[in-house]
């Protein structure tokens, strides 16, 4: 498998209530079996997820954090971890100042997995092709320095791929390995999209087909309390 890494070029600004089908649509090559990967940013701000701060009170969005969480796990100075009502443990409930006007923050989506969906069909009432999409996010992670792109929202692309019952390189059947190929294709088409780049949307291509089926991040990829040793 070849996986290729395409940046999609010359997306205008977007606002609230704009179509991010019809622009990706309008600017990106696709083809059948691609995976457009967009950032969460965009999504909220289609979506009209934001929410006026204080730009003279660099902690005047935290009131905002508190809000969006349905449960706060620890605090340490400025840094609150959170959960969020998706089922997100990350910091200050997803509450972003970055790559937004000055004097606003923006939040989630309210259901990343349906937004994923939204674009997802309209891509592919325009385009006809049979496509993935993954709505991706910025998450630091448990006992590692450095942040990475995850999927908060799918569609058309798998979150997890099982690989339990089959062998390793020596034949070994394997017993618990389930590999989240949504965050690593999230992480990958980071690559090409870059923090400040003023790129929000990449495709992925390449994915194996039987890959590109219904999901959901959150049935699939959210770990439940359950099965959670630390929390």
Not at 90 to 119: E, F, Q
Not at 196 to 223: C, D, T
């Amino acid at each position: 498998m070849t996986i290729t890494l395409i940046p999609v070029h010359g997306l205008p600004e977007v606002h609230p209530g704009d179509d991010l089908a019809e622009m990706i649509a309008g600017h990106a090559a696709l083809e059948d079996g691609d995976v457009v990967v967009v950032t969460q940013k965009v999504v909220s701000k289609a979506e009209n997820r934001l929410v006026e701060v204080d730009p003279a009170d660099p902690l005047s969005h935290k009131a905002h954090v508190e809000a969006e969480a349905v449960r706060v796990l620890r605090r340490r100075g400025d840094l609150v971890m959170t959960e969020t009502r998706h089922g997100f443990v990350c910091a200050n409930a997803g509450v972003d100042l970055s790559n937004v006007a000055r004097g606003w923050a923006a939040l989630l989506p309210v259901d990343p997995d349906r937004s994923a969906r939204w674009i997802r069909d309209g891509l592919r009432a325009r385009t006809g092709l049979t496509l993935g999409v993954i709505v991706s996010d910025t998450f630091g992670r448990t006992w590692r320095r450095g942040v990475t792109d995850v999927a908060i929202g799918t569609a058309g692309i798998a979150g997890i791929v099982d690989l339990r019952g089959t062998t390793d390189a020596l034949g070994r059947e394997l017993a618990v390995t389930e590999v989240c190929v949504a965050d690593e294709l999230a992480a990958a088409a980071e690559l090409v999209m870059g923090k400040a780049s003023g790129i929000p949307v990449a495709l992925v291509r390449g994915v194996e087909r039987q890959w590109l089926r219904e999901s959901s991040v959150r049935a699939e990829i959210v770990r439940p309390p359950h099965e959670d040793l630390f929390r």
